[in-house]
Each structure stands twice: as C-alpha cells, then as structure tokens.
T-cell receptor, first 116, second 116 residues
Framework: EAQVTQNPRYLITVTGKKLTVTCSQN?????MSWYRQDPGLGLRQIYY???????DKGDVPEGYKVSRKEKRNFPLILESPSPNQTSLYFC???????????????FGPGTRLTVT | AQSVAQPEDQVNVAEGNPLTVKCTYS??????LFWYVQYPNRGLQFLLK??????LVKGSYGFEAEFNKSQTSFHLKKPSALVSDSALYFC??????????????FGAGTTVTVRA
C-alpha cells in the first residue's frame, strides 16, 4: 500500500529535550515536506526537500532541522523543543521532477507533539 | 510572497443543498491551486487541482472547483452535499516555479458541517 508513515503519532516531552520525528514514504517520491498545523493558522510549511541531500526552508523553519540522506526518509529534528512548538505535525511527499510543482501531495497521519 | 485566504471559518449546509467553500489567492505569476480535505483525526487527502486549461476542474467525491484568474479565486463546490462531507477543507497554492522555490502555502481552513 502506498503510504507516508510518521512516528511517533503522539509525543509528550519537556522543554530542551532533543527529539526526532521520523517520516518515511514508499512511493519513490522525490519531494518531501514537513508542516505544522495550528488552530486558525492552517498548515504552515517548515522545511521541504526536492531530493536526496537537497533541502530548503519553508515559512516557519526556526527551531527545526531536517536531513535527507535517503530518498524515502525525511526526519524532523527539534534540537531544543520549546512550548511554542506544541502542534500537530504532518509529513508529506509527492513526485517532483520536471514540472513537479504541479503534483499533489500525500500526507502522513500526523504527529501530535506537546512540549511542557 | 504567496498567500491563500479562506474567508469563512465555518460553512453549514443542509444535506442535499449545494456546498461552496471559498478560496482566494495571491502569487507572483501563474498559480497551481489545490484543495485538500481533512477528516477528524486523519491526515489530509487530495481532492482536486488546477494546473492549466479548463477553468472548471472536477475531483474526488463529486467535488469541483472553478479557477477565476481575474478574481484570483478557486472556490470549491459540490451540487448536493452529504453528511459525510463534514470535514475541514484546505485550499493551497504554489506559484508556477521560475526558480527552485517549491513552497506550498495553505489557507487557514474551513470547517464544513452538513446537517441531516
């Protein structure tokens, strides 16, 4: 089954404790992206990756890191989480090669993060 | 900078009545436009997109949307709403890329409630 998986689905942590949210897709997509969803703000793009070893900032990258060492994986790293990073996080992927901006994205089920 | 506005936080309709969810956008140049739907406790699912060509696009579950360049709008419509259409709907836009900027911008979302 074609899918995007995220782990963990739920996470409660404390301020300053480094964490990683994993994302993996099995559709051989070049493009992957992370979003956060907050009430009244919709989805805001954190980082995206056009392909292996190619990443770029979205609209809200502060406090986050990403890496793309393999095509299928795109982990989101919070080096020192703070309470304002409490949110619902989604990973997504799509085709991207030539003309890739026109392709729809496939979303993971979401990770609900609470930072106390 | 690109942006999306969904002017209505909530839309309430009776089952069987027409459903419209509004979206306006702002981009430099031509847009790629998307609609996604989010059911409770689920990730986002793609509904339809406008890339080029016919201004009226048809998508999943009987939804359609009309691209209006002069009004910079991309309203989502369904002729006869079902209770199962109750969900959170997001409009998203990408500028047709002239560089390597593949950012995707989402609106804040519109909650649709269809009453029996």
């Amino acid at each position: 089954e074609a899918q995007v998986t995220q782990n963990p689905r739920y996470l409660i942590t404390v301020t300053g404790k480094k964490l990683t949210v994993t994302c993996s897709q099995n559709m051989n997509h070049e493009y992957m992206s992370w979003y956060r969803q907050d009430p009244g703000l919709g989805l805001r793009q954190i980082y995206y990756s056009m392909n292996v070893e190619v990443t770029d900032k979205g609209d809200v990258p502060e406090g986050y890191k990403v890496s793309r060492k393999e095509k299928r994986n795109f982990p989101l790293i919070l080096e020192s989480p703070s309470p304002n990073q409490t949110s619902l996080y989604f990973c997504a992927s799509s085709f991207s090669l030539t003309g890739g901006a026109k392709y729809e994205q496939y979303f993971g089920p979401g990770t609900r993060l609470t930072v106390t | 900078a690109q942006s999306v506005a969904q002017p209505e936080d909530q839309v309430n309709v009776a089952e069987g009545n027409p459903l419209t969810v509004k979206c306006t956008y702002s981009v430099s140049g031509n847009p790629y436009l998307f609609w996604y739907v989010q059911y409770p406790n689920r990730g986002l699912q793609f509904l339809l997109k406008y890339i080029t060509g016919d201004n009226l696009v048809k998508g999943s579950y009987g939804f359609e949307a009309e691209f209006n360049k002069s009004q910079t709008s991309f309203h989502l419509k369904k002729p006869s709403a079902l209770v199962s259409d109750s969900a959170l709907y997001f409009c998203a836009v990408r500028a047709v890329p002239r560089s390597n900027d593949y950012k995707l911008s989402f609106g804040a979302g519109t909650t649709v409630t269809v009453r029996a």
